[in-house]
């Protein structure tokens, strides 16, 4: 009988392939593998593994901001070395877990040349700012002069930041935002030499990337999507936030905003040492038995003690929903925490003394030092920005919860405050015999509130008694630390509500007109947010428009039987007259064109919509070949297309659709347009369907929205709206999407798909010279005289917006379908209001537009280039 083979050999083989992988990683990584290698044999071979390099080897590997001009050498020596075993063992797990990827994506050469700059850039940075700090803020410099920085950390984050320039734009912009965010909080609250070293680093490594990649760096990207401004506010937040606790609990945190903390009181627990000093002196009675119970019921007093921060993190959640409460709140918040800066930086001057300075607030055992006023006012005002920030990007921030909710929240938490109250007297009395002195009922009634209030606010407060018995403190801390974390679900719980309706009766009976009478393709965009309602005499019709600067600009034309459009167009000019505006219908159809010419109006071509008839479609015929090369290889890749509706989708595809449209959108020069281009907003609506491009493992590869167009109750045909593709998925999915819907479409009996319109391009910027337009023009020709001038502006508007939104390749690309081409215009009463149209228009459809690129764009218009390397994206 054969022996059976030895149990290690098998097992050998099983590790091989993973031997390999791991080789194979380490071969794409060498400089990191020997950065490795060299970091530790350093440290063996100068006996610094343990506590570090010696006091005088010291100052030959340790960069400080004493290092120039003598030891200039140090700022790149100290990356091979660290402090203490600690170090080394931390230095490497980052090395090797952040820089093999780095290295990998980067190549070596590039990840040599960043490492080595950055490192360089980030610590002469910080030893340039030391340098201005001692104008400026001179306790700050005293302090930081003698911090010193070992390790690998700077060059890690410079190169991090550096990698993000190859990078998709979502990931670009999360990790630059969640890094800087981090490496800002350290520099600003801890404020040592390292801190500010590695914040150098990475901004080098953000100006680095760029180049290394043979572009040129951008110093400041705008807020490309309400999203993305709801995020970085948040972010804001949230630092303000833990900033503070971070200057607490960090044992020598020397940072201009380190002073904030005491906003919260000293949240170090304090050692037996200090509390045997505190009691050895009778007059310290009241300050031994505070630091006897923040020693004995430290966690708890620490919670308490960053509530505020607690709150601050709740709500930055609900800024980042755009939730209008979490704005209030934040606003409330930082209203208060202002006040309580004022006071108790005042009051700490005050019982100092008239020669207190800032530098004896961080560190009392400093005395004679001297420093100037803008080290105090710095922190005092950091509340107050933040303030002015928030009441800024008050648009930022719509989302209303439900009717009811927050009544219904404050009534559940004071029935909860009341509860736990009537549980701390009652077993505050059963464990008596635990608190010094014994405390009576009305001792534990009056003590009750304290129990829910943060630490800073009841630090003055002398407490009638203290918790001695693990039980008693358990109860004393316990009762704030359940009030606080139950209000915290319950207003995260508020923040995910769903918002009611942005319109209240006005929409509900738009709606009920648009769905019983007739209206055009553009219409669904008149349930949009930001519009209001104007309805005709008769009640048959309504017009939806905003007010942007004295001009009514309307979506599309009115919605409502066709033989009273033109009652309609005069009633509405009536009432805009009425109100002194002046209308400007933008979009409409040539019925809408002509009775506004009926009144004298002027009108200009602003947009081509292009429309697919379904009764003959078929996509046969070699001029189809690039439509079905689309289907056919959607098939073969075993994609298939799937009707969904956005607010019942999984959460799994709504992440999918979410990431797929942030990815689009985080990398243009300009914000993302709004008014009749829709967003994920527009998407989140039951009446809208969106087409996936989703394969065999459930990834979605591309995205369209599509809007009912109504006609007497019926749905007749379909709009395309949202359109956005992954930018590593399916290339063709879009066309494969259209393509699917509208034989999808034809199916349920549609009788048209529109491809919606292109705004500021035209026909003639669709089809190459020797091609005409299939079937007859839908309409006459303009008149060549008054709108020839507005006419050329918008051509010019339309190339220079054309490398960043790509709107003529968009009716390019529209036209290897070929569609119905129906021109869309835009009317208005007099030429004078075009300087005032042109504005509304801006701001409707970019309603975050900054200065800076409002002016970008004039420059553009008038004949520069709006950036370098820019093409038309159709995702």
């Not at 833990?242 to 020598?252: I, K, S, Y």
Request: aromatic share 10%; proline share 7%.
């Amino acid at each position: 009988m054969p022996e059976s083979p030895p149990v290690a050999k098998p097992r050998r083989f099983r590790r091989r392939p993973a031997v390999r992988r791991l080789q194979s990683v380490f071969r794409g990584a060498p400089v990191t593998v020997w950065f490795v290698v060299v970091f530790w044999i350093l440290g063996l071979l100068t006996s610094t593994i343990v506590s570090g390099p010696a006091a005088q080897w010291r100052v030959n590997v340790a960069a400080s901001a004493h290092s120039l001009p003598n030891h200039w050498w140090a700022f790149l020596a100290a990356a091979f070395w660290a402090k203490n075993l600690v170090g080394y063992l931390g230095g490497t797990a980052l090395v090797l877990l952040a820089c093999i990827p780095l290295e990998r994506q980067m190549g070596s050469k590039k990840f040599s040349v960043a490492a080595v700059l950055t490192q360089i850039a980030g610590l002469l940075a910080a030893a340039g700012f030391w340098e201005a700090t001692q104008v400026l803020m001179g306790s700050w410099a005293r302090e930081m002069s003698g911090l010193f920085y070992l390790g690998p950390s700077a060059f890690v984050c410079g190169t991090a930041m550096a990698a993000t320039a190859s990078m998709g734009a979502l990931w670009r912009r999360r990790i630059r935002l969640g890094l800087f965010g981090l490496l800002i909080l350290l520099a600003l609250y801890s404020g040592g030499f390292a801190d500010l070293g590695r914040l150098g680093a990475a901004a080098a490594g953000a100006l680095l990337g760029p180049i290394l990649l043979g572009r040129r760096p951008r110093l400041v990207r705008p807020v490309s999507s309400r999203h993305e401004g709801r995020v970085l506010v948040a972010l804001l937040v949230a630092v303000s936030a833990v900033g503070p606790v971070v200057a607490g609990l960090v044992p020598h945190a020397v940072g201009p905003l380190a002073v904030l903390r005491f906003l919260f009181t000293d949240i170090r627990p304090v050692d037996p040492q200090t509390l045997r000093i505190l009691c050895a002196v009778p007059a310290q009675h009241r300050d031994c038995e505070a630091a006897h119970l923040q020693l004995r019921a430290g966690a708890g007093a620490i919670f308490m003690a960053i509530v505020p921060s607690f709150l601050l993190l709740l709500l930055a959640e609900g800024l980042r929903r755009g939730r209008r409460f979490a704005w209030a709140g934040v606003l409330m918040v930082q209203a208060g925490l202002s006040l309580l800066a004022l006071t108790t930086l005042v009051g700490v001057l005050q019982a100092a003394g008239p020669d207190t300075v800032a530098g004896q607030l961080v560190d009392a055992s400093q005395p004679g030092y001297t420093t100037q006023p803008l080290a105090l006012v710095i922190p005092l005002l950091v509340p107050v920005m933040l303030f002015g920030v928030l009441l800024a990007c008050r648009g930022l921030f719509p989302v209303a919860a439900p009717r009811g909710t927050y009544s219904r929240l404050g009534l559940q938490l004071l029935a909860l405050a009341g509860v736990l109250s009537l549980v701390y007297i009652v077993a505050g009395l059963a464990l008596a015999s635990g608190f010094a002195p014994v405390p009576a009922a009305a001792d534990l009634l009056a003590d009750a509130p304290d129990r829910f209030l943060p630490l800073g606010f009841i630090a003055d407060i002398p407490p009638a008694f203290f918790p001695q018995s693990t039980p008693a403190v358990l109860l004393y801390e316990g009762v704030g630390i359940v009030f606080w974390a139950v209000t915290g679900v319950l207003v995260l719980k508020s923040f995910v509500r769903p918002s009611p309706p942005r319109h209240g009766d006005n929409k509900e009976r738009a709606l009920a007109i648009l769905k019983s009478q007739e209206g055009g393709s553009l219409s669904w965009m008149t349930t949009w947010a930001g519009n209001t309602y104007w309805f005709s005499r008769t009640g048959q019709s309504f017009i939806a428009y905003r007010v942007i600067a004295g001009i009514a600009l309307t979506v599309a034309g009115p919605v409502g039987p066709k033989n009273l459009t033109s009652a309609a167009v005069e009633e509405f000019y009536s009432y805009c007259r009425t109100n002194g505006w002046t209308p400007c219908f933008y979009s409409v159809s040539a019925d809408v064109r002509a009775a506004a010419a009926g009144l004298g109006w002027d009108c200009v071509q602003v947009a081509q919509e292009t429309v697919l008839p379904l009764d003959a479609l078929s996509f046969k015929g070699k001029r189809f070949q690039d439509v079905r090369t689309a289907l056919n290889n959607a098939a073969k890749a075993g994609i298939r297309a799937e009707w969904v509706r956005y607010p019942t989708a999984g959460l799994s595809i709504q992440t999918q659709i979410l990431a797929i449209s942030e990815e689009w959108v985080a990398d243009r020069k300009m914000p993302e347009m709004g008014f009749t281009l829709g967003g994920l907003d527009e998407l989140n609506d039951p009446e809208v369907r969106c087409l996936l491009a989703i394969d065999t493992q459930q990834q979605v590869h591309a995205v369209t929205s599509w809007l009912p167009v109504y006609r007497n109750g019926q749905i007749v045909g379909w709009t395309l709206d949202f359109m956005r593709r992954r930018s590593a998925g399916f290339r063709p999915a879009v066309e494969f999407l259209i393509a699917s819907a509208a034989m999808s479409l034809k199916n349920e009996g549609c009788e048209f798909v529109s491809l919606s319109g292109a705004p500021l391009a035209r026909l003639t910027h669709a089809l190459p010279p020797d091609e005409t337009p299939p079937g007859p023009p839908s309409t006459p020709p303009l008149s060549p005289s008054s709108t020839a001038g507005l006419d050329r502006l918008l051509d010019r508007l339309g190339s220079a917006l054309e490398p960043v939104y790509g709107f003529r390749s968009l009716l390019a690309f529209k036209s290897k379908f070929h569609p119905r081409y129906v021109p869309l215009f835009m009317v208005y009463p007099d030429s004078a209001a075009l300087p005032g149209i042109a504005n509304a228009l801006t701001r409707a459809y970019l309603p975050e537009l900054s200065l800076g690129e409002g002016f970008r764009l004039l420059r553009s218009i008038l004949g520069e280039p709006v950036g370098a390397g820019g093409h038309a994206r159709r995702q």
